[in-house]
Antibody, heavy 120, light 108 residues
Framework: EVQLLESGGGLVQPGGSLRLSCAAS????????MTWVRQAPGKGLEWVSA????????YYADSVKGRSTISRDNSKNTLYLQMNSLRAEDTALYYC?????????????WGQGTLVTVSS | EIVMTQSPATLSVSPGERATLSCRAS??????LAWYQQKPGQAPRLLIY???NRATGIPARFSGSGSGTEFTLSISSLQSEDFAVYYC??????????FGQGTKLELK
């Protein structure tokens, strides 16, 4: 059974940094692209960033480009999102999701999310 | 950036009836379109990909159609567990892989 467990969220001041983690199990992690999707309170889904299976290709939404870095450690079956220069509008529940085989952006398994709150 | 627009924002339907949800892309996404269901307090669940392919374990009452810029998610004979928010998402070509704003399917 695929399991994705996010962690690392919390309350941070504007301008601060956080590193989100997503521990994966139940599948061969290195062979699947992974992504981060966020959802602001009461709002819809926003794709944030994606990374290929081996980590060689990364992609970002304009809203986080230059402030965030997606990475993965396939030896630890873990996905990361380093977020810097955080803004109030980054406040959201951050989901990690696994892509279907041989795809980058069809998300067939999701974690339960980790909440990031940016506030002074 | 491709903009995905869903309609209606809210759809009120009675159990046992059919629901039809629409999604429009601002430019052609071919058939690179997925539908997700999200219930309160839960993560999204993949329903449909490739515009019309049901994901693993999705009941046959869910069907998708369309290509290019116009897409439809149909749910025949609504069950109580189907009342949720539904999102479309394109994955054509390069990112960003934008979602629609969602359609809330509510009990009439």
């Amino acid at each position: 059974e695929v399991q994705l467990l996010e962690s690392g969220g919390g309350l941070v001041q504007p301008g601060g940094s956080l590193r989100l983690s997503c521990a994966a199990s139940g599948f061969t992690f290195s062979t699947y692209a992974m992504t981060w999707v966020r959802q602001a309170p009461g709002k819809g889904l926003e794709w944030v960033s994606a990374i290929s299976g081996r980590g060689g290709n990364t992609y970002y939404a304009d809203s986080v480009k230059g402030r965030s870095t997606i990475s993965r450690d396939n030896s630890k079956n873990t996905l990361y999102l380093q977020m810097n220069s955080l803004r109030a509008e980054d406040t959201a529940l951050y989901y990690c999701a696994k892509a279907l085989p041989s795809t980058l952006a069809i998300f067939d398994s999701w974690g339960q999310g980790t909440l990031v709150t940016v506030s002074s | 950036e491709i903009v995905m627009t869903q309609s209606p924002a809210t759809l009120s339907v009675s159990p046992g009836e059919r629901a039809t949800l629409s999604c429009r892309a601002s430019q052609s996404v071919l058939s690179d379109l997925a539908w997700y269901q999200q219930k309160p307090g839960q993560a999204p669940r993949l329903l449909i990909y490739g515009a019309s392919n049901r994901a693993t374990g999705i009941p046959a009452r869910f069907s998708g159609s369309g290509s290019g810029t116009e897409f439809t998610l149909s749910i025949s004979s609504l069950q109580s567990e189907d009342f949720a928010v539904y999102y479309c998402q394109h994955y054509n070509n390069w990112p960003p892989y934008t979602f629609g704003q969602g359609t809330k399917l509510e009990l009439k």
